[in-house]
């Protein structure tokens, strides 16, 4: 999710200093959510079950280019297949590589958006430092009814959800940081943490409001847009966030924003909470465990700095 979000500005950019050009965006069915409601985007390709028949439909389009934002073996044969002018995001494999195993980091730590729009720098397209784009469908809930006891007072979304164990904090911790905060708190995430969402919400009912696999993501969105703050592990919720300039907290485990590009975009406010170890990062994505038993990464992380940044204004 994370990587789709931020090509949002690389096609606001083209689509805005281009002449009159008509934009076609090519992704998996299952993302086919993240960018139906893109006023940029003209059409939406969605990836056929065969890609023969997907490269047959591009090429019915007769495109003057293809921007790879991607670089995967499936979207070099779409190129190679259409034939016409490309360009492609360099995603500099060798150096994350030597960043993991050996953690020589030669990596600059530019955004991924800055990394993505060098792509499109022969088109004469130039990064516009707009926040990424989020588009909410006209007929998602409204806050009101969404949290109809809450959505005018003062609250903070805590987004507990990430694909992998190595990029959530223990319960035990999330737990200790909620007791210092002093607002409301409305836990966000999917199905895979809805047991961490019920150990939570145990241990601090009068604070917490557990919405975790009770919403839909346009309505997580849509609480995320009306919080006061939000904090977040390395998820693609979180970084939606961004969308809306929200005072952001992010929280990172095995994981470092610097080695993908992904720490905050265009937020005026945030913190970057994490701790520096030897070992860390030690998986470009987050892993199912800790590979050295002891998970300071995320169980060393001091939460004070968190509620300082928080109840500073």
């Known amino acids: 999710m994370g990587d789709i979000i931020y090509t949002s500005p690389v096609v606001r950019c083209l689509k805005k200093q281009l002449p009159n050009p008509e934009i076609h965006y090519l992704t998996k069915a299952n993302f086919k959510f993240l960018l139906d409601q893109n006023t940029y985007i003209d059409q939406l390709h969605l990836l056929k079950p065969r890609l023969k028949e997907t490269i047959a439909t591009l090429k019915a389009e007769n495109f003057d280019y293809v ?117 409301p708190i409305v836990l966000l995430g999917g199905e895979d943490v809805k047991f961490n969402a019920e150990v939570i919400f145990k241990a601090l009912p009068k604070k917490i409001i557990n919405l975790v696999g009770k919403i839909s993501l346009n309505e997580s969105v849509t609480v995320v847009k009306n919080a006061t703050q939000v904090i977040g592990f390395d998820t693609g919720l979180t970084h939606i966030a961004e969308a809306f300039n929200k005072k952001l907290i992010t929280i990172w485990g095995s994981t470092v924003p610097e080695l993908l590009g992904v720490q905050p975009y265009q937020v005026e406010k945030h913190y970057e909470a994490g701790v520096v170890l030897s070992c860390r990062p030690c998986s470009k994505f987050g892993l199912s465990a800790c590979p050295k038993g002891h998970f300071k990464c995320m169980k060393n992380i001091n939460e004070n700095l968190i509620i300082d940044f928080i109840s500073h204004e």
Not at 78 to 86: A, E, P, Q, Y
Not at 91 to 114: C, M, Q, S, T, Y
Not at 154 to 160: A, D, G, K, T
């Open 67 to 183: 921007i790879d934002l991607h670089n995967s073996l499936r979207s070099t044969l779409v190129k190679v297949r259409l034939g016409i002018k490309s360009s492609t995001y360099k995603k500099e494999r060798f150096k994350k590589w030597l960043a993991l195993k050996w953690g020589l980091n030669l990596i600059k730590p530019d955004h991924l958006v800055d990394r993505y729009l060098k792509a499109v720098s022969f088109l004469g397209v130039k990064n516009d430092y707009r926040p990424i784009d989020y588009f909410l469908p006209e007929n998602t809930k409204p806050i009101q009814e969404i949290l109809p006891d809450h959505y005018q007072d003062p609250f903070i979304v805590f987004i507990i959800g990430a694909t992998h164990f190595t990029k959530r904090m223990p319960n035990e911790k999330v737990i200790s940081l909620c007791e210092k905060i002093d607002f």
